[in-house]
């Protein structure tokens, strides 16, 4: 009970045992982030449960309820792996959410714009890079599985979080993706990489982005990669109405995952309801 501190070298240990387990690169980042985050919050002292309890709380005034339960996820992820059990803490509960904030949600107008705006900046790289992630619905670290063997077969083998599964890749993205590489010289391999030919960073994707918001008229907030796989997702969902199928497309284990994904605007569900004709 005494003495509980962490130190690097446990970090360093924890992170090793998530190797161990095949937790993707991300994941482990996500997880030393989080643990990191607090470790800096503990000062070096004795970790107690009332530690815990007020590293919580803290989260709580500063962060979303999913932040929070996600941070709370690898602090408990570190004691289990340190056998600190009785230092866990219980996640927020968290009431499934009916529809979605309009200043979060991407739409296809928008979506629309931004790749627009991409072309005017003459950056054909980043608009094929928002319109892979859209039409495929993949994750952006998953932008290295679109290849030029891949694009030409129509179809990218994508391992991510220990699950394998194949993403289509349409006829007229193909058709664009395989002339912008022709134009960049890329005979094999990754098509979305720096001058010098590694992956093209997250970050810088990100920032890329967020550069076109004001040319595109698109809020900042609604700008990022992931809001074009949930693009993606409301998209097929609005035609195919089959949550399983779409878990399967975007790599999810569990469907509750993929509900978050498929969540209408206030806006739409205030359509249905009026639609409803109940007052009399």
Same mark, same amino acid.
């Not at 970090?11 to 690169?25: A, C, G, H, V």
């Not at 709380?57 to 600190?84: D, G, K, P, T």
């Not at 009785?86 to 968290?94: A, E, T, Y």
């Not at 994707?205 to 918001?213: F, Q």
């Given at each position: 009970?005494?003495?509980?501190?962490?130190?690097?070298?446990?970090?360093d240990?924890?992170?090793?045992?998530?190797?161990? =387990?095949?937790?993707?690169?991300? !994941?482990?980042?996500?997880?030393?982030?989080?643990?990191?985050?607090?470790?800096?919050?503990?000062?070096?002292?004795? &970790?107690?449960?009332?530690?815990?309890i007020?590293?919580?709380n803290?989260? =709580?005034?500063?962060?979303?309820?999913?932040?929070?339960?996600?941070?709370?996820?690898?602090?408990?992820?570190?004691?289990?792996?340190?056998?600190?059990?009785?230092?866990?803490?219980? @996640?927020?509960?968290?009431?499934?959410q009916v529809?979605? @904030?309009?200043?979060?949600?991407? !739409?296809?107008?928008? /979506?629309?714009?931004?790749?627009?705006? %991409?072309?005017?900046?003459?950056?054909?790289?980043?608009?094929?890079?928002?319109? !892979?992630?859209?039409?495929?619905?993949?994750?952006?670290?998953?932008?290295?599985?679109?290849?030029?063997?891949?694009?030409?077969?129509?179809? %990218?083998?994508?391992?991510? $979080?220990?699950?394998?599964?194949?993403?289509?890749?349409?006829?007229?993205?193909?058709?664009?993706?395989?002339? /912008?590489?022709?134009? =960049?010289?890329?005979k094999?391999?990754?098509?979305?990489?720096?001058?010098?030919g590694? *992956?093209?960073?997250?970050?810088?994707?990100?920032?890329?982005?967020? %550069?076109l918001? $004001?040319?595109?008229?698109?809020? *900042?907030?609604?700008?990022? *990669?992931?809001?074009?796989?949930?693009?993606f997702?409301?998209?097929? /969902?609005?035609?195919?109405?089959?949550i399983?199928?779409?878990?399967?497309?975007?790599?999810? @284990?569990?469907?509750?995952?993929?509900?978050? /994904?498929? &969540?209408?605007?206030?806006t739409?569900?205030?359509?249905?309801?009026?639609?409803?004709?109940?007052?009399?």
């Amino acid at each position: 009970m005494k003495g509980r501190i962490l130190t690097a070298d446990i970090i360093d240990d924890f992170r090793k045992n998530l190797e161990l =387990q095949e937790k993707s690169t991300a !994941t482990i980042e996500k997880y030393i982030r989080d643990v990191k985050a607090f470790s800096l919050y503990a000062k070096s002292k004795a &970790i107690t449960k009332e530690t815990v309890i007020a590293y919580k709380n803290h989260l =709580q005034e500063n962060y979303a309820v999913r932040s929070v339960n996600s941070m709370l996820a690898s602090i408990n992820s570190l004691f289990a792996f340190l056998n600190w059990f009785d230092l866990r803490v219980k @996640s927020l509960k968290l009431q499934q959410q009916v529809f979605c @904030s309009e200043e979060k949600e991407l !739409t296809r107008a928008e /979506y629309k714009r931004l790749c627009q705006a %991409a072309k005017q900046k003459k950056n054909e790289r980043l608009n094929l890079i928002i319109q !892979t992630i859209c039409a495929t619905g993949i994750r952006v670290s998953e932008l290295q599985y679109i290849t030029i063997e891949a694009v030409k077969c129509g179809e %990218a083998i994508v391992n991510c $979080k220990a699950k394998t599964r194949s993403v289509f890749i349409v006829k007229e993205l193909k058709q664009k993706l395989l002339r /912008y590489a022709a134009e =960049q010289g890329i005979k094999n391999g990754m098509i979305f990489v720096t001058k010098s030919g590694k *992956p093209i960073n997250r970050t810088n994707i990100w920032r890329e982005m967020k %550069a076109l918001c $004001k040319d595109a008229n698109v809020n *900042p907030q609604k700008v990022f *990669p992931h809001n074009l796989r949930h693009l993606f997702a409301r998209t097929f /969902y609005g035609i195919e109405k089959d949550i399983a199928k779409l878990a399967d497309i975007l790599g999810h @284990s569990s469907i509750n995952t993929t509900r978050i /994904y498929i &969540i209408s605007t206030g806006t739409e569900h205030r359509k249905r309801m009026e639609n409803m004709h109940l007052i009399i």
